[in-house]
């Protein structure tokens, strides 16, 4: 049994080596064990060194025929040092040789200022990025930080634009409340004024002050009287700068004046409200005027009180010099004059003073009557216990600017009253004078909001402010406050209107800024900024009232020395890009824009169509172009419209999708306002009406429409269909806009794929038909095929190299 088993694997092993000596493609070779296992070993370490990639490369590429080792060897020879070396110089005689140099330093030339352009365009991208960036940070920073601010801030560029979203921000439901609207509704009336150039008579804060009285609001209703106190001032120029006008004595003394008037009005309805709450003890009897007024109050006033310190007797049961005191303080000078006439003849000298302070109240003493006045003063009043007297005197120009009167002046507006008095009194020692810069410096630095408590007493500190003509000041802190926000905006555009308000030089200054040329303590308030965080809130909402707001700042400029109503207006239709609301819409049947919002204010320095055109520029800049073409087509600027259709067609006209489909309706309206406008330029409107085209070829091809689609690239006249075309569409291509050119790839490919198909559908046909009719049919595609491809060899625009491959491939596959 052994025997037979060694006998069958003896045939086996002998039948094996037959069949291995028979075989004459591979060597035979003879290999002892220890050979082969030194031989396993090398390949072990080959392997372990060089790593399993490499083999499996090698056996990738030797499946194919390539001997990657070789390839190895020669890519390591190459050397790539020489490529961008200076050339050697040649000797003068060698043309050939000085011809190739100068052709190949032509050449690394270009490709060295290429580069050069291409690093300098990429850094100053970056940079301005940066900037814009940077602009936007600081606007933001500013609008927050809407503080006072000590310094002026002189901002080089313009404000950056949020960035527009893909999607519009609709107009959707109002954003102002009752009050808001109710002072929208006066700023629209007052606008329609004046754009029929027949602005109101009437002061716009007066009616202000009527809308602020509906509110009910008692607070409120005082502001705007204070408002229109303070306004109510001979007219100033408006090119006059409203800060250098208050320092005119003539208009600072107006404004002292309605500062006074004011505190004297409202102390001596405070007067009556007192005597009229109690007439019993007020015994003031039925007589009117202001001295039984005054006595029923002095005896309210001073009831119970320790009347001991009181000088020079009384007269009708009260003390006299609180009769002349509380007279002068409710603003009737005549009836002080009457209680000293009462009270005898020691006062003779004083009487004399008051009748000429009452005949010239903003003008000094004589000499003579200063002199006396003075004398008694220092002789007589400054140490006197009568705490009235002395204030009396202060009132009529002899005073001690160091007593601040505190018996007698125990609220604000007694102090503040007294303050405005004494300004008047230009003693002979101008060291212990008492200016309005002083008052005014007093109040807002060296006391401030701490010593008023302003955020518990807001009406009183903006009372003391704008009584001194800091209307600055006081409206930036009302904007401070939510509550009374709205009405410092409309008090702003109220003063403006009078030319009132101080506005600083540079619009992107802080809301809060100080001028180094204004005398202190004058601050700037920034209109613009003011009124735009206020339009802020509801622009998008109710654009309508946004842009009558916008149009209190048509005089003013931006930094680059634009309209600031036209710049805003540019803003609000990037933020919204409800262009048609804004501007209106074009007919394409008649070229007829419909009105808009903003041709209402038109003017010789407002144009709705150049501010067409700035928002149509701006949205070119984000790459917005379906936007700029609406924008454009608005502003009448067909060339243009055209212009961008075709970049964005080029871009699409091939291929699906939602802007295609949008492009699709939009051509309709571009070609029919072609059909009733003057013709742009004809080169473009060629490659307009060839896109076009290009874009029914497409759907035709899509569709599988093969012969309708040729008869349409054929009425195109961009690719030629026929031999005796070539030369006349290749000089067009060579006159064609790059638009076209750069469809002419997918234009050229489409063919192919036409071609190809018919070949195929010929091939199919081929035994119905006859073998004349087959063979036609064939030598034209073949034809066909070698027309495009000598077109596409021919033409000066270089095309991607799947495109040159597709066509000769579809002309091999044509035979």
Same mark, same amino acid.
């Given at each position: 049994m052994a025997d037979e088993d060694f006998s069958k694997l003896l045939q086996q092993a002998e039948q094996l080596t037959t069949e291995i000596e028979g075989n004459e493609e591979l060597p035979r070779v003879e290999r002892s064990l220890g050979q082969v296992l030194e031989a396993s070993h090398e390949l072990y370490s080959r392997v372990i060194q060089s790593g399993a990639n490499d083999i499996q490369a090698h056996l990738l590429f030797g499946s194919k025929g390539i001997d990657l080792q070789q390839i190895s060897q020669k890519l390591e020879t190459l050397s790539s040092k020489r490529t961008f070396e200076p050339l050697q110089p040649i000797a003068d005689s060698d043309i050939e040789s000085f011809l190739k140099n100068e052709r190949e330093n032509a050449i690394l030339s270009l490709i060295d200022e290429v580069n050069k352009n291409s690093l300098q365009t990429t850094e100053d991208q970056k940079w301005?990025?940066?900037?814009?960036?940077?602009?936007?940070?600081?606007?933001?920073?500013?609008?927050?930080?809407?503080?006072?601010?000590?310094?002026?801030?002189?901002?080089?560029?313009?404000?950056?634009?949020?960035?527009?979203?893909?999607?519009?921000?609709?107009?959707?439901?109002?954003?102002?409340?009752?009050?808001?609207?109710?002072?929208?509704?006066?700023?629209?009336?007052?606008?329609?004024?004046?754009?029929?150039?027949?602005?109101?008579?009437t002061a716009l804060c007066q009616k202000f002050a009527q809308v602020a009285e509906e509110f009910n609001d008692p607070k409120v209703k005082e502001m705007w009287e204070i408002i229109k106190t303070m306004a109510n001032i001979p007219a100033l120029v408006r090119d006059e700068d409203p800060l250098k006008a208050r320092g005119n004595p003539t208009i600072q003394q107006c404004l002292i004046s309605q500062g006074k008037k004011y505190l004297e009005r409202r102390y001596k309805q405070y007067m009556s409200d007192v005597v009229r709450a109690n007439p019993g003890a007020a015994m003031r009897g039925g007589e009117p005027g202001t001295f039984p007024l005054v006595r029923g109050f002095v005896g309210l006033r001073l009831q119970g009180q320790n009347t001991q310190g009181l000088t020079d007797g009384v007269i009708d049961d009260r003390p006299l010099w609180p009769m002349v005191y509380y007279c002068l303080r409710s603003g009737d000078a005549n009836a002080a004059l009457h209680c000293l006439r009462k009270a005898g003849r020691d006062h003779e000298e004083f009487i004399a003073a008051l009748e000429e302070y009452i005949r010239e109240p903003e003008k000094p003493l004589s000499d003579k009557l200063q002199t006396a006045i003075n004398f008694q003063y220092r002789i007589q009043v400054r140490n006197s216990t009568d705490p009235y007297k002395r204030a009396v005197y202060s009132v009529i120009r002899c005073c001690d600017v160091s007593d601040e009167h505190s018996e007698v002046a125990r609220t604000a507006d007694d102090y503040l009253w007294l303050k405005l008095s004494i300004i008047k009194t230009r003693p002979n020692n101008e060291s212990e004078s008492f200016s309005y810069s002083d008052l005014q410096k007093m109040i807002l630095e060296e006391y401030g909001e701490t010593h008023y408590h302003a955020y518990e007493k807001p009406l009183v500190y903006f009372q003391v402010l704008t009584l001194t003509g800091q209307f600055e000041p006081a409206i930036e802190f009302l904007s401070r406050i939510p509550?009374?926000?709205?009405?410092?905006?409309?008090?702003?555009?109220?003063?403006?209107?009078?030319?009132?308000?101080?506005?600083?030089?540079?619009?992107?200054?802080? #809301? +809060?800024?100080?001028?180094? !040329?204004?005398?202190?303590? *004058? @601050?700037?308030?920034? %209109?613009?900024?003011?009124?735009?965080?206020?339009?802020?809130?509801?622009?998008?909402?109710?654009?309508?009232?946004?842009?009558?707001?916008?149009?209190?700042?048509?005089?003013?400029?931006?930094?680059?020395?634009?309209?600031?109503?036209?710049?805003?207006?540019?803003?609000?239709?990037?933020?919204?890009?409800?262009?048609? #609301? +804004?501007?209106?819409?074009? !007919?394409?049947?008649?070229? *007829? @824009?419909?009105?808009? %919002?903003?041709?209402?204010?038109?003017?010789?320095?407002?144009?709705?169509?150049?501010?067409?055109?700035?928002?149509?520029?701006?949205?070119?800049?984000?790459?917005?172009?379906?936007?700029?073409?609406?924008?454009?087509?608005?502003?009448?600027?067909?060339?243009?419209?055209?212009?961008?259709?075709?970049?964005?067609?080029?871009?699409?006209?091939?291929?699906?999708?939602?802007?295609?489909?949008?492009?699709?309706?939009?051509?309709?309206?571009?070609s029919r306002r072609l059909r009733s406008e003057e013709l742009p330029s004809p080169h473009l409107v060629d490659a307009y009406n060839k896109l076009c085209k290009l874009m029914t070829f497409f759907d035709q091809f899509h569709a599988e429409n093969y012969e309708g689609a040729l008869e349409t690239i054929r009425a195109c006249e961009l690719v030629p269909l026929s031999s005796d075309e070539v030369s006349a569409r290749v000089a067009g291509a060579r006159n064609a806009r790059g638009e076209l050119l750069r469809a002419l790839p997918a234009v050229l490919r489409a063919l192919c794929h036409i071609l190809l198909a018919m070949r195929q559908k010929l091939r199919t046909a081929q035994p119905t038909l006859s073998t004349h009719t087959a063979n036609k049919q064939l030598e034209w595609l073949r034809e066909q095929a070698e027309v495009l491809n000598t077109f596409a060899g021919n033409i000066a625009y270089r095309m991607p190299g799947d495109t040159y491959s597709q066509l000769a491939q579809m002309q091999v596959l044509m035979h």
């Open positions: 301005e990025h940066m900037l814009s960036e940077w602009n936007k940070e600081k606007i933001k920073l500013m609008n927050a930080m809407i503080g006072p601010s000590q310094n002026w801030l002189d901002l080089k560029r313009a404000p950056e634009q949020p960035s527009i979203a893909d999607t519009p921000k609709k107009f959707g439901h109002s954003m102002l409340d009752n009050i808001e609207a109710a002072y929208a509704r006066q700023v629209q009336l007052y606008n329609k004024l004046v754009f029929q150039g027949a602005k109101s008579k509550r009374y926000q709205v009405h410092g905006v409309h008090m702003a555009l109220a003063l403006h209107d009078v030319y009132m308000l101080g506005t600083p030089r540079n619009v992107q200054a802080p #809301l +809060l800024s100080v001028d180094t !040329d204004d005398p202190i303590p *004058l @601050r700037r308030l920034n %209109l613009a900024r003011l009124i735009l965080l206020y339009v802020r809130k509801f622009e998008l909402s109710d654009p309508s009232d946004a842009l009558h707001y916008y149009f209190f700042l048509r005089n003013l400029k931006d930094p680059s020395g634009k309209n600031l109503f036209m710049c805003c207006c540019t803003d609000l239709s990037l933020e919204s890009r409800d262009y048609e #609301l +804004l501007f209106g819409k074009m !007919d394409p049947a008649t070229g *007829l @824009r419909s009105t808009g %919002l903003l041709d209402q204010f038109n003017n010789p320095n407002i144009d709705n169509t150049v501010i067409a055109l700035n928002v149509a520029e701006q949205l070119v800049n984000k790459g917005l172009f379906e936007d700029a073409i609406i924008v454009y087509d608005i502003a009448g600027n067909l060339e243009k419209v055209l212009e961008l259709f075709c970049v964005l067609l080029a871009q699409v006209v091939s291929s699906g999708g939602a802007l295609r489909e949008r492009l699709r309706s939009l051509s309709e309206h571009v």
